[in-house]
Protein backbone atom coordinates (compact mmCIF):
# COMPACT_ATOMS: atom_id res chain seq x y z
CA UNK A 1 0.00 0.00 0.00
CA UNK A 2 1.27 3.56 -1.13
CA UNK A 3 1.65 6.30 1.57
CA UNK A 4 -0.73 8.46 0.21
CA UNK A 5 -2.88 5.08 0.30
CA UNK A 6 -2.32 4.93 4.27
CA UNK A 7 -2.35 8.82 4.98
CA UNK A 8 -5.86 9.06 3.12
CA UNK A 9 -7.29 5.80 5.30
CA UNK A 10 -5.90 7.64 8.19
CA UNK A 11 -7.27 10.86 7.12
CA UNK A 12 -10.92 9.51 6.59
CA UNK A 13 -10.98 7.58 10.27
CA UNK A 14 -9.80 10.97 11.65
CA UNK A 15 -12.89 12.63 9.88
CA UNK A 16 -15.35 9.90 11.12
CA UNK A 17 -14.15 9.91 14.48
CA UNK A 18 -14.46 13.84 14.28
CA UNK A 19 -17.71 13.58 13.39
CA UNK A 20 -18.92 10.89 16.35
CA UNK A 21 -17.50 13.21 19.08
CA UNK A 22 -18.94 16.34 17.39
CA UNK A 23 -22.79 14.04 17.95
CA UNK A 24 -21.59 12.92 21.25
CA UNK A 25 -20.49 16.52 22.28
CA UNK A 26 -23.98 18.36 20.66
CA UNK A 27 -25.90 15.30 22.89
CA UNK A 28 -24.26 16.48 26.21
CA UNK A 29 -25.25 19.72 25.33
CA UNK A 30 -28.75 19.11 25.64
CA UNK A 31 -27.88 17.78 29.51
CA UNK A 32 -28.02 20.54 31.89
CA UNK A 33 -25.79 18.12 34.24
CA UNK A 34 -25.92 15.09 36.89
CA UNK A 35 -29.53 15.11 38.76
CA UNK A 36 -31.36 17.97 36.60
CA UNK A 37 -34.52 17.28 35.78
CA UNK A 38 -35.69 17.04 32.11
CA UNK A 39 -37.98 19.49 30.31
CA UNK A 40 -40.54 17.11 29.96
CA UNK A 41 -40.66 16.33 33.75
CA UNK A 42 -41.14 20.09 34.67
CA UNK A 43 -43.43 20.18 32.42
CA UNK A 44 -45.61 17.54 34.06
CA UNK A 45 -44.56 18.81 37.28
CA UNK A 46 -46.19 22.25 36.80
CA UNK A 47 -49.19 20.81 35.17
CA UNK A 48 -49.66 18.98 38.12
CA UNK A 49 -49.35 21.53 40.51
CA UNK A 50 -51.92 23.83 38.45
CA UNK A 51 -54.45 21.14 38.69
CA UNK A 52 -53.64 19.24 42.02
CA UNK A 53 -56.30 19.43 44.57
CA UNK A 54 -56.05 17.69 47.16
CA UNK A 55 -58.60 15.54 48.95
CA UNK A 56 -59.29 15.69 52.39
CA UNK A 57 -58.25 12.06 52.87
CA UNK A 58 -54.82 13.31 51.75
CA UNK A 59 -54.85 16.36 53.97
CA UNK A 60 -55.61 14.41 56.99
CA UNK A 61 -52.84 11.85 56.48
CA UNK A 62 -50.42 14.69 55.48
CA UNK A 63 -51.78 16.44 59.34
CA UNK A 64 -51.02 12.97 60.99
CA UNK A 65 -47.81 12.55 59.19
CA UNK A 66 -46.89 16.42 60.58
CA UNK A 67 -47.85 15.30 63.84
CA UNK A 68 -46.20 11.84 64.19
CA UNK A 69 -43.03 14.01 63.17
CA UNK A 70 -43.19 16.61 65.86
CA UNK A 71 -44.10 14.21 68.85
CA UNK A 72 -41.73 11.54 68.01
CA UNK A 73 -38.37 11.60 70.00
CA UNK A 74 -35.41 12.53 68.21
CA UNK A 75 -32.54 9.72 68.29
CA UNK A 76 -29.35 11.77 68.79
CA UNK A 77 -26.06 10.40 67.17
CA UNK A 78 -24.82 8.93 70.68
CA UNK A 79 -27.76 6.49 70.48
CA UNK A 80 -26.55 4.58 67.06
CA UNK A 81 -23.01 3.01 66.75
CA UNK A 82 -21.17 4.12 64.06
CA UNK A 83 -21.46 2.53 60.90
CA UNK A 84 -18.01 2.20 59.34
CA UNK A 85 -17.86 3.10 55.49
CA UNK A 86 -17.19 0.92 52.94
CA UNK A 87 -16.72 2.40 49.23
CA UNK A 88 -19.30 1.26 46.67
CA UNK A 89 -18.80 -1.52 44.31
CA UNK A 90 -18.12 -0.22 41.10
CA UNK A 91 -19.49 -3.46 39.41
CA UNK A 92 -23.51 -2.84 41.46
CA UNK A 93 -22.62 0.78 40.50
CA UNK A 94 -22.41 0.32 36.67
CA UNK A 95 -21.32 2.88 34.17
CA UNK A 96 -23.95 5.22 32.88
CA UNK A 97 -24.87 5.86 29.12
CA UNK A 98 -22.98 9.19 29.37
CA UNK A 99 -19.96 8.33 30.78
CA UNK A 100 -19.91 5.04 28.08
CA UNK A 101 -20.06 7.64 25.40
CA UNK A 102 -17.93 9.86 26.47
CA UNK A 103 -14.93 7.01 27.44
CA UNK A 104 -15.91 5.38 23.76
CA UNK A 105 -15.47 9.28 22.05
CA UNK A 106 -12.07 9.99 23.78
CA UNK A 107 -10.98 6.25 22.96
CA UNK A 108 -11.99 6.33 20.19
CA UNK A 109 -10.09 10.01 19.45
CA UNK A 110 -6.71 8.17 20.72
CA UNK A 111 -7.32 5.52 18.72
CA UNK A 112 -7.94 8.01 15.70
CA UNK A 113 -4.87 10.20 16.20
CA UNK A 114 -2.52 7.78 17.01
CA UNK A 115 -3.23 5.90 13.85
CA UNK A 116 -2.72 8.86 11.39
CA UNK A 117 0.35 9.73 13.51
CA UNK A 118 1.75 6.33 13.45
CA UNK A 119 0.57 6.17 9.32
CA UNK A 120 2.43 9.37 8.99
CA UNK A 121 5.41 8.59 10.47
CA UNK A 122 5.89 5.87 8.60
CA UNK A 123 4.97 6.92 5.36
CA UNK A 124 8.12 9.65 6.37
CA UNK A 125 10.38 6.98 7.06
CA UNK A 126 9.03 4.65 4.44
CA UNK A 127 9.89 6.66 0.94
CA UNK A 128 7.74 4.77 -1.93
CA UNK A 129 10.16 2.72 -3.90
CA UNK A 130 8.77 4.10 -7.47
CA UNK A 131 6.77 6.97 -8.54
CA UNK A 132 7.15 9.82 -6.48
CA UNK A 133 9.36 12.50 -5.50
CA UNK A 134 11.67 11.45 -2.82
CA UNK A 135 11.68 7.60 -4.39
CA UNK A 136 13.06 6.74 -8.09
CA UNK A 137 10.76 8.51 -10.17
CA UNK A 138 10.46 6.78 -14.15
CA UNK A 139 10.51 9.97 -16.48
CA UNK A 140 10.54 8.43 -19.76
CA UNK A 141 11.76 6.11 -22.71
CA UNK A 142 15.81 6.99 -22.96
CA UNK A 143 15.62 7.63 -26.91
CA UNK A 144 12.94 10.13 -26.51
CA UNK A 145 14.63 12.00 -23.91
CA UNK A 146 17.60 12.02 -26.04
CA UNK A 147 16.07 13.19 -29.15
CA UNK A 148 13.88 15.81 -27.22
CA UNK A 149 17.02 17.48 -25.46
CA UNK A 150 19.14 17.35 -28.54
CA UNK A 151 16.68 18.10 -31.35
CA UNK A 152 14.35 20.16 -29.43
CA UNK A 153 14.60 23.02 -27.54
CA UNK A 154 17.93 21.67 -25.47
CA UNK A 155 15.59 21.00 -22.26
CA UNK A 156 13.35 18.00 -20.82
CA UNK A 157 11.29 18.85 -17.51
CA UNK A 158 9.82 16.03 -15.65
CA UNK A 159 7.93 17.93 -13.22
CA UNK A 160 7.38 14.63 -10.84
CA UNK A 161 11.34 15.13 -9.96
CA UNK A 162 11.32 18.43 -10.18
CA UNK A 163 14.15 17.94 -12.08
CA UNK A 164 15.44 18.56 -15.48
CA UNK A 165 17.25 16.25 -17.89
CA UNK A 166 19.42 18.06 -20.26
CA UNK A 167 22.22 16.11 -22.64
CA UNK A 168 25.59 15.66 -21.52
CA UNK A 169 28.28 16.09 -24.36
CA UNK A 170 30.23 12.95 -24.57
CA UNK A 171 33.87 14.63 -25.15
CA UNK A 172 33.31 16.35 -21.55
CA UNK A 173 33.22 12.96 -19.87
CA UNK A 174 36.72 12.42 -19.06
CA UNK A 175 36.63 16.09 -16.94
CA UNK A 176 33.16 14.93 -15.45
CA UNK A 177 34.93 11.53 -14.26
CA UNK A 178 36.89 13.96 -11.92
CA UNK A 179 34.52 16.40 -10.96
CA UNK A 180 31.46 14.59 -10.05
CA UNK A 181 29.84 12.06 -8.03
CA UNK A 182 30.20 8.65 -9.18
CA UNK A 183 26.42 8.15 -8.97
CA UNK A 184 26.01 10.33 -11.90
CA UNK A 185 28.59 8.67 -13.97
CA UNK A 186 26.20 6.19 -15.65
CA UNK A 187 23.66 8.64 -16.24
CA UNK A 188 26.37 10.63 -18.14
CA UNK A 189 27.62 7.75 -20.25
CA UNK A 190 24.30 7.36 -21.30
CA UNK A 191 24.14 10.60 -22.22
CA UNK A 192 21.94 12.98 -19.50
CA UNK A 193 21.99 14.37 -16.49
CA UNK A 194 19.50 15.19 -14.20
CA UNK A 195 19.98 18.76 -12.71
CA UNK A 196 17.26 19.21 -9.32
CA UNK A 197 15.13 22.70 -9.82
CA UNK A 198 16.14 24.24 -6.86
CA UNK A 199 18.56 26.83 -6.83
CA UNK A 200 20.57 26.30 -4.33
CA UNK A 201 21.49 30.18 -3.17
CA UNK A 202 18.28 30.42 -1.54
CA UNK A 203 15.74 27.66 -2.99
CA UNK A 204 13.96 29.16 -6.11
CA UNK A 205 12.63 26.86 -8.60
CA UNK A 206 15.23 27.87 -11.72
CA UNK A 207 13.91 27.59 -15.47
CA UNK A 208 15.89 27.05 -18.46
CA UNK A 209 16.60 29.96 -20.46
CA UNK A 210 16.35 29.14 -24.06
CA UNK A 211 18.09 31.80 -25.83
CA UNK A 212 21.31 31.56 -23.40
CA UNK A 213 20.52 27.77 -23.13
CA UNK A 214 21.63 27.95 -19.64
CA UNK A 215 19.68 27.81 -16.23
CA UNK A 216 18.84 31.46 -15.08
CA UNK A 217 17.32 31.91 -11.54
CA UNK A 218 14.54 35.25 -11.75
CA UNK A 219 14.88 35.41 -7.91
CA UNK A 220 18.90 36.79 -7.35
CA UNK A 221 20.19 36.65 -11.11
CA UNK A 222 22.29 33.31 -10.12
CA UNK A 223 23.11 31.29 -13.57
CA UNK A 224 24.02 28.06 -14.61
CA UNK A 225 25.15 26.30 -17.78
CA UNK A 226 23.01 23.65 -19.20
CA UNK A 227 24.57 20.70 -17.07
CA UNK A 228 23.94 23.12 -14.06
CA UNK A 229 27.48 24.39 -13.96
CA UNK A 230 27.70 27.57 -11.83
CA UNK A 231 28.53 30.59 -14.40
CA UNK A 232 27.85 33.53 -12.04
CA UNK A 233 25.53 35.33 -9.30
CA UNK A 234 25.18 34.53 -5.65
CA UNK A 235 24.85 30.88 -5.45
CA UNK A 236 27.38 29.40 -3.44
CA UNK A 237 27.88 26.13 -6.19
CA UNK A 238 26.11 24.70 -9.32
CA UNK A 239 22.92 23.12 -9.55
CA UNK A 240 22.28 20.07 -7.33
CA UNK A 241 21.81 16.51 -9.31
CA UNK A 242 20.31 13.39 -9.07
CA UNK A 243 21.71 9.99 -10.09
CA UNK A 244 19.67 8.55 -13.53
CA UNK A 245 19.32 5.06 -13.72
CA UNK A 246 18.64 3.43 -17.00
CA UNK A 247 16.54 -0.04 -17.34
CA UNK A 248 18.05 -2.93 -19.86
CA UNK A 249 14.44 -2.15 -21.57
CA UNK A 250 15.70 1.90 -22.49
CA UNK A 251 13.49 3.53 -19.61
CA UNK A 252 14.79 6.40 -17.54
CA UNK A 253 14.78 6.73 -13.83
CA UNK A 254 15.86 9.44 -11.70
CA UNK A 255 16.40 8.78 -8.11
CA UNK A 256 15.37 11.69 -6.50
CA UNK A 257 15.87 9.65 -2.87
CA UNK A 258 19.42 11.42 -2.92
CA UNK A 259 20.18 14.49 -3.63
CA UNK A 260 24.06 15.06 -4.99
CA UNK A 261 25.67 18.23 -4.16
CA UNK A 262 26.62 20.66 -7.15
CA UNK A 263 30.04 21.15 -8.32
CA UNK A 264 32.14 23.96 -6.88
CA UNK A 265 32.36 27.15 -8.04
CA UNK A 266 34.36 27.38 -11.05
CA UNK A 267 33.88 24.26 -12.56
CA UNK A 268 32.94 24.15 -15.64
CA UNK A 269 33.54 20.53 -17.30
CA UNK A 270 31.78 21.59 -20.55
CA UNK A 271 32.73 24.86 -21.61
CA UNK A 272 29.65 25.95 -23.06
CA UNK A 273 29.32 29.29 -23.05
CA UNK A 274 26.00 31.71 -23.21
CA UNK A 275 24.36 30.70 -26.80
CA UNK A 276 21.91 34.10 -27.11
CA UNK A 277 21.14 36.72 -24.36
CA UNK A 278 20.69 35.62 -20.98
CA UNK A 279 17.55 36.18 -19.56
CA UNK A 280 18.05 37.94 -16.40
CA UNK A 281 21.52 39.76 -17.04
CA UNK A 282 24.51 38.70 -17.79
CA UNK A 283 27.07 36.64 -16.21
CA UNK A 284 29.97 37.32 -13.84
CA UNK A 285 32.79 36.05 -16.31
S1 LIG B 1 17.39 31.79 -5.17
FE1 LIG B 1 18.30 31.62 -7.08
S2 LIG B 1 19.68 33.22 -7.12
FE2 LIG B 1 18.79 33.39 -5.18
Known sequence: MSATAIILIAVVAVVILGAIAFLSLARKSDVRGAGALSAETVQRDKASRSTERKSSAAAEAEAAGVAARTSTSVTTVADKAPVPWSPPDRDAIGVSRRQFLNRATVALMTAGLGTFAAASFLAFLWPSATGGFGGRVPVGRLDEILREVRTGSGFFYASEARTWI??????????????????????????????????????????????????????????????????GGPAPRGMDHFAIDVSPAGDVIVDT?????????????????????????????
Not at 166 to 193: C, F, H, N, S
Not at 206 to 212: K, Q
Request: hydrophobic fraction near 30%.
Open 166 to 231: TAYPAEALPKAELAYDAAMLPGMRAGLVATYQKCPHLGCRVPECLSSQWFECGCHGSQYNRVGEHK
Open 257 to 285: GTVIQGTPLGTNTTGQEAEGPNCVGEADH
